[in-house]
């Protein structure tokens, strides 16, 4: 009998719920004040966990929050800029550290790991090191950080872990893990979401994936949609669109889990996609845990 040994990316993943908890323990007095303009800068996942905070804070609060892949920011006018990282060490995250103090614009680094290169250039730092993880790919430590950033907006931590548990303990059908190919779509703060979704199956398992806003779908997008895939919403479907994905012949998938334990099932999904693909995703190909340039 052939015995599976848990992947690490896998065991990091089931901490999760425990590790969301833990956030409503962590002090917010460094986050921007409510009513300020702020840029929240990251790359690959932490730009997707950005995305989603932005849209999210400025839903709430009405302040404008903006998230830019770190080399994008223009270095506008903003009162903050977040800075997201879990391994610190991103060069281009470290450049917009520097480059921000050289500018006199104020700025946060949120990390799992400190101190490191960019901590010199950071006003104030917040250390989320509890929720740092061994793997390359990025579960846990992006979405303890958004639950500690969407907590501080008022969004229901303890809901979405609850709702966590049960996307753990539900089983993934094998023809999501063989499905040809899967577009993540969503709303709002959700749209962060569905791109990561999608860069997580991508770096774990190699496989062709899509992410759009969800109303974007139907300007194109859906024109890939066939038996055989899947077109994955985050939160509300649009109205008519789960019959117009019918009739392409893929499968819509969309759960009653909170969007953010919806996304752990996602990287349940990557994971699975990887194992029935012979990949270990513990190993992606290409990728380190942080991108390191000279
Ligand atoms: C950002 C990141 C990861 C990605 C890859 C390269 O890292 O893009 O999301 O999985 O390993 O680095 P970080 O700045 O959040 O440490």
Redesign the pocket.
């Known amino acids: 009998m052939k015995v599976r040994v848990m992947s690490r990316t896998t065991e990091e993943i089931h901490s999760q719920p425990e590790l969301w908890r833990r956030v409503a323990s962590v002090d917010t007095s460094a986050l921007p004040a409510p009513d300020q303009r702020i840029a929240v800068i990251?790359?690959?996942?932490?730009w997707f966990m950005a995305q989603a905070y932005c849209s999210m804070r400025t839903a709430v609060t009405g302040a404008p929050s903006y998230a830019y892949t770190a080399t994008e920011f223009p270095y506008s006018d903003v009162d903050t800029v977040v800075c997201?990282?879990?391994?610190?060490?991103?060069t281009e995250?470290v450049d917009v550290l520097k480059k921000t103090r050289e500018a006199g614009i104020p700025n946060l680094l949120i990390t799992a790991v400190s101190p490191g290169p960019g901590t010199p250039f950071a006003d104030k730092e917040i250390v989320l090191d509890f929720a740092d993880e061994q793997s390359?790919?990025?579960t846990r430590f992006a979405t303890t950080a958004l639950a500690f950033l969407l907590g501080s907006l008022g969004f229901d931590v303890e809901a979405a872990a609850s709702d966590c548990e049960r996307a753990l303990a539900t089983e993934i059908p094998e023809r999501w893990a063989k499905a040809e190919q899967i577009t993540f779509l969503g709303t709002g703060w959700t749209i962060g979401l569905a791109n990561e979704a999608a860069l997580k199956c991508r770096?774990a398992s190699q496989s062709w994936t899509e992410a759009y806003p969800a109303m974007e779908y139907r300007h194109g997008p859906i024109s890939i949609a066939q038996p055989g895939r899947l077109t994955w919403v985050f939160g509300k479907v649009p109205e008519g669109m789960a019959d117009q994905i019918a009739a392409t012949g893929a499968e819509l998938v969309t759960s009653d889990l909170n969007p953010l334990a919806q996304l752990v099932l996602a990287q349940r999904v990557a994971v699975a996609r990887a194992e029935d693909r012979g990949l270990n995703p513990d190993t992606p190909r290409h990728?380190?845990?942080?991108?390191i340039l000279k």
């Open positions: 990251g790359c690959g996942t932490s997201l990282s879990r391994s610190g060490t991103t995250v390359v790919v990025q770096e990728l380190t845990r942080s991108v």
